[in-house]
């Protein structure tokens, strides 16, 4: 079984920043992508930032500039620096991660909040 563990979530004022972390445990030989989407009250899950093994990066248009994500392969664990926040980032983050045969895992979610 694969454990996902998220951390970092909270409330902050517009402008401010946050850091997710997502801490991954469990038996596996190996993670292929991992990655953040969000999702507000009415609104369908949607991605954030993802990452390979290697490193290639992908954002929505929204977080671009503002949203970094990396990731520790020696710790399992993947970050999410949040930088500029706005009431628009306001929702509940899941870490998600892909594991070989195209396995997906999720965890609980973290509630961002931000006040104007």
């Known amino acids: 079984q694969v454990r996902l563990v998220e951390s970092g979530g909270g409330l902050v004022q517009a402008g401010g920043s946050l850091r997710l972390s997502c801490a991954t445990s469990?038996?596996?030989?190996?993670?292929?992508?991992m990655g953040w989407y969000r999702q507000a009250p009415g609104n369908q899950r949607e991605l954030v930032a993802s990452?390979?093994?290697?490193?290639?990066?992908i954002y929505a248009d929204s977080v671009k500039g503002r949203f970094t994500i990396s990731r520790d392969n020696a710790k399992n664990t993947v970050y999410l620096q949040m930088n500029s926040l706005t009431p628009e980032d306001t929702a509940v983050y899941y870490c998600?991660?892909?594991?070989?045969?195209?396995?997906?895992?999720w965890g609980q979610g973290t509630q961002v909040t931000v006040s104007s």
């Open positions: 998600q991660v892909v594991i070989p045969g195209a396995i997906v895992y």
């Open positions: 990452i390979t093994t290697i490193g290639t990066t």
């Open positions: 469990g038996r596996f030989s190996s993670i292929n992508s």
